[in-house]
């Protein structure tokens, strides 16, 4: 897979390292949650965004130097609809705030993965992976991918958007194709929520578990390829 940066990896490594990513709505979360329940330390990145920019962070003080008070609320706080309104329709502004926040998300997860011991899966869900340039970073990198209508149909169904912000929202992230060169493993979620919860457990049995047969990243192609009942599941050597 494509690697773009090599970042520091924390003194205290855990047993296995996992990037977790995939475009919104296409279901990364519900991987992640079931990670967790097999035993996975989760580390959210949209939970750290928010940590970061809280009332009165350093953070929130950066993006209020950078954008004016029209992105503060009332409260103190930041307006995450204004916010969005801005970075989602103009890439300049959207390359000002992450710059100001990615280096403040990844120093935070640093420390958490190195607090969590040698014997330890970190995952950590990064919607932004491969935009921030971290696949190096991770042992294993897990994309989620879904069909792209069914990607807008979630966000305006399930969380009231727009189509055209929807489309906005997608536009805005990496592409598809962008994401599958940094994976390691690719899920595919064409199905129901069912499928897509069996076919991350199968990734957790055959690559995370100790008992498993992993992943060997100098592997030829189609070596760690589950077996091809499961559609949701391929590891990505193309």
């Given at each position: ?124 869900d990064v919607p932004l992976l491969v935009e921030s340039g971290q ?98 599941t391929r590891d990505q050597g193309e």
């Amino acid at each position: 897979p494509a690697v773009t940066e090599n970042a520091a990896r924390p003194a205290t490594r855990p047993r296995l390292h996992v990037g977790l990513t995939g475009g919104i709505a296409a279901g990364k979360s519900t991987v992640a949650q079931v990670f967790a329940e097999r035993g996975a330390i989760l580390v959210d990145a949209d939970q750290i965004a928010r940590d970061v920019l809280a009332e009165g962070t350093e953070g929130l003080a950066a993006v209020q130097d950078e954008f004016g008070d029209r992105v503060i609320t009332s409260e103190g706080e930041l307006d995450r609809a204004a916010m969005a309104e801005i970075v989602f329709t103009d890439p300049a502004a959207r390359d000002r705030l992450n710059r100001i926040v990615h280096p403040r998300i990844r120093a935070f997860g640093r420390r958490l993965v190195a607090e969590a011991g040698p014997d330890a899966v970190v995952v950590q869900d990064v919607p932004l992976l491969v935009e921030s340039g971290q696949a190096g970073a991770y042992d294993l990198v897990v994309v989620v991918e879904a069909p792209m209508q069914e990607r807008i149909r979630r966000m305006v169904e399930d969380r009231g958007m727009t189509v055209e912000d929807a489309q906005n929202r997608i536009a805005a992230q990496a592409s598809d194709e962008e994401r599958r060169k940094a994976a390691h493993v690719l899920l595919v979620n064409d199905a129901d929520l069912d499928a897509l919860k069996r076919a991350a457990n199968k990734v957790w049995d055959r690559f995370i578990a100790p008992d498993g047969d992993g992943f060997d990243p100098e592997s030829t192609q189609g070596r760690d390829e589950p077996d091809a009942d499961h559609r949701e599941t391929r590891d990505q050597g193309e």
